[in-house]
């Protein structure tokens, strides 16, 4: 850096947690840097569902409208990747991002998100993000009384079955190659709503205009589908938690308490990294609430009372 600069807070992804915090922070008049890759898990999706006031709005304006709206209040906006990070001392955080740069800030809000872990199918890139999804939540009315079906295996596969079954009983599950993994129990329960299973590898996804039309099974078999839903693994989409030590769940998410705090001093979490519905509006609401946490925080000992 040119001159010795240290941000109250740097915040660490720029989806709808790390926007919204940005904002909040920024009104609060800290001086707030974010920090974000531009490779968002849902940069694809037809349209951010449930988004109060902006229904349907495509990924990248609403990450528009959040930049322009933390921006006009004085936050700062790097397009880069934090590589690595240092506790220096629970209040001074060094952030060393892949152009060389290094920033320092005294509190730190991690908003990384995580990524979804999509099996190599033929087609799929045809279709994802239209017609092909991983949240029932999000995307179940878009399945309504069409013929749908769960890529997955075990309990996952069936739970979200079961979901999808608020909106359509035209249901399979198809587990790709992998064994059903099903106990008796939740074979019980696919059999009363007649939702078959079957455990063929899938070949190919064949779409026309990203709308799926059908899945092609090894064997010959061809499955009619109009949406897919896969039950798939997903990982934090960088490792500065665990460089950081914060202590986390055991699908790898970070632990907070009800004030957005992490296990380490001064380091908060926010959105998808959090246990929680992976919902936007939900991390734009984790942002917002960790923002108010933050700034407590940084209020000094003069404006508080006991």
Known sequence: MEKETVYDVAIVGGGPAGLSAALWLARYLHSVVLVDSGDPRNWETRGVNGFLGSHGIKSPDLRKRGREDAERFGA?????????????????????????????????LL????????PRVGGLSDCYGETAHVCPDCDGFEAKDKKTVVVGAGRKAVGMALSLAN??????????GEAAA???????????????????????????????RCMNLEGGMSL????????????????LGVQLKCKRNDLGLIEIDAHYHTSVLNVFAAGDIVPGPQLAVAAAADGAIAALAIHASLVPAARKLD
Do not use: H
């Open 182 to 212: 099903m106990e008796q129990p939740l074979i019980d329960k696919l059999e009363a709503l007649n939702i078959p299973v079957l455990e063929a590898k899938i070949d190919k996804i064949s779409s026309e205009n990203r709308e799926i």
């Open 111 to 118: 908003a990384i998100g995580i990524k979804d872990v999509w």
């Open 167 to 176: 909106w359509t009983s035209k249901i399979v599950i198809c587990t790709n």
């Open 76 to 108: 700062k906006l790097v397009a880069d990747v934090v590589d690595n990070v240092d506790n220096v001392n629970g209040e001074r955080f060094v952030l060393g991002l892949r152009s060389g740069q290094k920033l320092e800030s005294r509190r730190l």
């Open 224 to 239: 009619d589908c109009e949406q897919l839903f896969f039950a798939i693994g997903q990982y934090p989409a960088d490792d």
